[in-house]
């Protein structure tokens, strides 16, 4: 199911992204629509990024997987 979902964007850029749709074929809903999950996945690697640098620390105290279900049985 969708939604609309309204938002300002500058005149500009929807001019750009209106030529971009038309010469490659693409609806503009369909293009606005992937290129905000794409820049959802980029921002939650980042996140993940951050988090694995923060826990490399520990990384010394880690146990294999195959240990650590071994000790929960």
């Known amino acids: 199911m969708k939604n609309v979902f309204s938002i300002k964007i500058d005149k500009s ?18 293009f606005v629509e992937k290129a905000l999950k794409e820049q959802l996945e980029r921002e939650e690697m980042a996140e993940d990024i951050v ?5 490399r620390s520990q990384e010394e105290s880690a146990i294999s997987f195959d240990e650590y279900l071994k000790r929960k049985t």
């Open 13 to 30: 850029l929807i001019q750009k992204i209106k030529e971009f749709c038309r010469t490659h074929g693409l609806k503009q809903g369909f």
């Open 51 to 55: 988090e694995l640098k923060q826990l």
